[in-house]
């Protein structure tokens, strides 16, 4: 009787699942053997927990004890027992040792919080849940232990190949000295990761809730879509052309729907207040029921630090507010208070959590001590704000409302200003004001965005003119952006495309000439030495506009554009993100007190890769950033694993982890072609033969 030939017998991936240990065991081998790391699994003292042993020959070019190496080896083993999305693993004891060497050189617990978990315990994607350690986990997992599992292993190994019966022998031999019960204990908080993220931010200002945003775009797709347009003020002009018409302004701009967050700058309170601001020369406000306008045309988020927030006081920005919050869009820059004017938005999109924050740089009331109005801009402000929350976010964005109105150029202030807030720990910055398009630059591989100009700004009769807007792409700590061509016409933006989109992408490059590395939308970016390749400009079209990346398995580590034709492919010679050139030295770990979620200073940015006509730069790494070269398990797709739409509390979902660069060392080169050589069926086979 033959059981490795049946077609219906259980994956590896459900077997992972309900907490085998020899096929969670491959499941992790199959990643850490690339990397000459090799993973033991058996039962902890915990009930419901995974005991993983890694092992690995001395070299010395891995540092075992060091803070990089744990870091990134707790967070890419979690990542993939995530990934696994087993309702019965709680959590895991990682512990390291040299192979042949019984002492353990360090070890660490964490707690893993997949979806399939949340489900069992009936948990919302909101709710972070107390440690349960119950009955029913550990009889669940105890099904799966060494008394069933010996028995079948014992049976298969004399009936299957001798591919299979090399693969039950290896982890019969490394389970040999494991209990053969589990016992129960309570983990205590110090054994609880840092690696699972509160609910909570704590900021310069007090602690601020996580907001997940309602309805996101593509659901499935691993990459965040961001998108910022400039000015808009639904006041005089823009009514008498539109009248009362909600769904005019943006039925031609699909693409603010599309994206995951959408971003403008709010020229005018929407208020039905009375009394303007003294002493200004334009005071504009916007029936409360034109907010509609922005519901409809998918606008997510607003920056309120601007010269308009108070033009009817704090009664106007007070109905702002209400009337934004009645609505569903959040706002940044402006408040009732000073801890509201400061507070930032933060946001968590598929995994990734979004910091913005607002400042406006005028003479216009700002808000103080009990006092209603904009977050004025102060630079020991702004580097308190984001270092508060640096460690605790994936990315930083700053909007500034600053400079001359109809500049062409930013001043050397801006400049100063956006290059300081970048060296704070911003990861982008976007400016507003000058109603006009500046240029952008990159700055220590992070892109700064001078001014976006008028997006739909009723505040003049002039309802026909030429602007754009930034689009950003995030995925596997990389952040892709774009200027987005756009013409409008009767207070209607719409994607610019052909020879006028062209025209405008070089109306931006032209006056982004001046700086030291302007961005342009065909600049390569490496930013692991902020050098910048240019390539000619592709003009813009609707359909590459308005495509989204496409899907990618979460165990791959793909570029956000669609690869490049043969033609195109780079040089061998070129280094790529997912083949590092191994002649480049590793970028520089951080400091050794900095959390595993931490990012790391600007100079430690690891390199991208040859990208074809797009700006890419790479996400702060917590850790040196060789990725794994890693290929799923046959028949077993990891991407399925995970249910659309929930979020895990584990590790970070939808980011690779960084592994330390491999050893040398080759000595478990035997162990890697039995990985290699096993299929999935035959390894399922091997550990429960059906009857």
């Not at 610019?496 to 032209?510: F, M, V, W, Y």
Request: proline content about 10%; hydrophobic content about 35%; aromatic content about 6%.
């Amino acid at each position: 009787m033959s059981y490795t030939g049946e077609p219906d017998h259980p994956s590896v991936l459900e077997l992972a699942r309900s907490g085998n240990f020899r096929a969670i065991a491959y499941w992790l081998n199959v990643f850490l053997l690339p990397h000459n790391l090799c993973a033991r699994v058996e039962a902890a003292p915990q009930s419901g927990c995974l005991q993983v042993f890694v092992e690995f020959q001395p070299s010395p070019d891995r540092h075992a004890k060091s803070p990089e190496f744990r870091s990134s080896l707790v967070r890419f083993i979690c990542h993939h027992l995530w990934q696994l999305n087993s309702e019965v693993i709680e959590g895991v004891q990682i512990a390291t040792r040299f192979v042949g060497k019984p002492q353990v050189i360090w070890r660490q617990s964490v707690r893993v919080l997949s979806p399939a978990r949340r489900a069992k315990l009936g948990l919302s994607t909101k709710q972070t849940p107390p440690i349960r350690r119950t009955s029913q986990i550990k009889s669940q997992v105890q099904q799966a232990t060494r008394q069933k599992v010996q028995f079948r292993a014992l049976r298969s190994l004399l009936l299957t190949g001798t591919t299979a019966a090399a693969f039950i022998l290896g982890c019969w031999l490394g389970y040999s000295d494991a209990p053969t019960d589990q016992t129960t204990a309570s983990a205590s908080p110090a054994e609880i990761s840092p690696l699972i993220r509160p609910n909570t931010v704590v900021t310069a200002m007090g602690n601020v809730p996580v907001e997940t945003p309602d309805g996101v775009r593509n659901a499935n797709d691993p990459t965040v879509t961001l998108m910022f347009g400039g000015d808009v003020t639904l006041t005089d002009a823009y009514t008498d052309s539109v009248g009362s018409d909600r769904q005019w302004a943006f039925a031609a701009m699909g693409e603010t729907r599309q994206a995951d967050v959408a971003m403008v700058n709010l020229e005018a309170p929407f208020t039905t207040a009375e009394t303007p601001l003294p002493d200004k020369q334009f005071n504009f406000k916007v029936d409360p029921e034109n907010v509609q306008v922005l519901k409809n045309g998918g606008i997510d988020l607003v920056t309120l630090a601007n010269n308009h927030a108070m033009d009817y006081q704090a009664a106007g920005l007070d109905d702002t507010i209400k009337t934004l919050d009645q609505a569903g869009i959040r706002h940044v820059g402006a408040g009732r208070t000073i801890e509201e004017a400061r507070r930032p938005e933060i946001l968590d999109v598929k995994g990734q959590r979004i910091a913005y924050l607002g400042y406006y740089d005028g003479e216009f009331q700002a808000a103080g001590e009990g006092v209603a109005g904009t977050n004025s801009r102060q630079n020991d402000r702004v580097a308190a704000d984001i270092k508060a929350i640096r460690s605790q976010v994936d990315w930083v964005v700053v909007n500034y409302h600053w400079g001359e109105e109809l500049a062409k150029y930013p001043g050397d202030y801006q400049m100063d200003l956006a290059r300081f807030t970048i060296d704070q720990g911003a990861d982008l910055v976007v400016g507003h004001h000058p109603h006009v398009l500046q240029g952008a630059e990159i700055y220590k591989g992070r892109p700064i965005v001078y001014s976006l100009g008028n997006f739909i700004f009723g505040g003049k009769s002039v309802s026909d003119y030429d602007t754009a807007v930034l689009k950003v792409a995030l995925k596997d700590k990389q952040m892709k952006v774009e200027f987005v061509p756009v013409e409008v016409r009767g207070f209607q933006p719409k994607v610019a495309s052909g020879d006028r989109g062209t025209e405008i992408l070089h109306q931006i490059e032209n006056v982004s000439d001046i700086f030291h590395e302007p961005m342009k939308s065909s600049a390569v970016l490496d930013a692991k030495t902020n050098t910048t390749v240019i390539s000619p400009m592709a003009p813009a079209t609707p359909a590459a506009v308005q495509s989204s990346p496409q899907p990618a398995s979460p165990e791959t580590s793909q570029p956000l554009n669609p690869a490049p034709s043969p033609a195109d492919s780079p040089s061998p010679q070129t280094p790529s993100l997912t083949q590092p050139d191994a002649s480049s030295p590793p970028p520089v770990p951080p400091d050794s007190g900095t959390p595993i979620t931490s990012p790391s200073s600007s100079s430690d940015k690891p390199a991208t890769g040859p990208w074809k006509d797009d700006s890419f730069i790479s996400t702060p790494s917590p850790s040196p950033s060789t990725l794994p070269s890693e290929s799923p398990i046959p028949n077993s797709t990891p991407s399925s694993t995970m249910p659309p739409n929930q979020q895990g509390d584990a590790s970070v979902p939808g980011v690779e982890p960084a592994l330390i660069a491999p050893s040398p060392t080759n000595s478990l080169e035997p162990m890697k072609k039995r990985y290699a050589d096993s299929s999935s069926a035959e390894v399922a086979a091997a550990v429960t033969p059906r009857e």
